[in-house]
Nanobody, 122 residues
C-alpha cells in the first residue's frame, strides 16, 4: 500500500507544475487526500485537501487562487495544479490519504508518499 508523488522539479517564478499522487495497492475512492509541504528549516504545513467525493476542496491562504486540487478516481490519482509559482513555494511536497472529512491534521492521515521536490528559482 503506497502513494507515489511525481511532477516536481525546477521552475522559474511565475511558472507552473502539476503534481500527481498515485495510489497502488488500494483505492483512493473513500479517502480524503491532502497535500502538505515542508521547506528546509520549517515545519510541515497543509497546502490543500479534497474530500472523497471531490465535492469539497480547501486551500491554505498562501496558495489560494494559484493552486487547484483535483482527483480522478478512474486513474486512482489526485493532482495538484500549481500556477504562478513563487520562490516561497519551494519545498518537498507530500500527498497523504486519510479518513473522509479530514483536511489539515496530518495525524489524521494513514498513508503518505515519499515526497517530490519543487524548487522555484530563476
Amino acid at each position: 500500500l503506497q502513494l507515489v508523488e511525481s511532477g516536481g522539479g525546477l521552475v522559474q517564478p511565475g511558472g507552473s507544475l502539476r503534481l500527481s499522487c498515485a495510489a497502488s495497492g488500494f483505492t483512493l475512492d473513500y479517502y480524503a487526500i491532502g497535500w502538505f509541504r515542508q521547506a528546509p528549516g520549517k515545519e510541515r504545513e497543509g497546502v490543500s485537501c479534497i474530500n472523497a467525493s471531490g465535492g469539497s476542496t480547501k486551500y491554505a491562504d498562501s496558495v489560494k487562487g494559484r493552486f487547484t486540487i483535483s482527483r480522478d478516481d478512474t486513474k486512482n490519482t489526485v493532482y495538484l495544479q500549481m500556477n504562478s509559482l513563487k520562490p516561497e513555494d519551494t519545498a518537498i511536497y507530500y500527498c497523504a490519504a486519510g479518513w473522509d472529512g479530514t483536511c489539515w491534521k496530518s495525524e489524521d492521515y494513514d498513508y503518505w508518499g515519499q515526497g517530490t521536490q519543487v524548487t522555484v528559482s530563476s
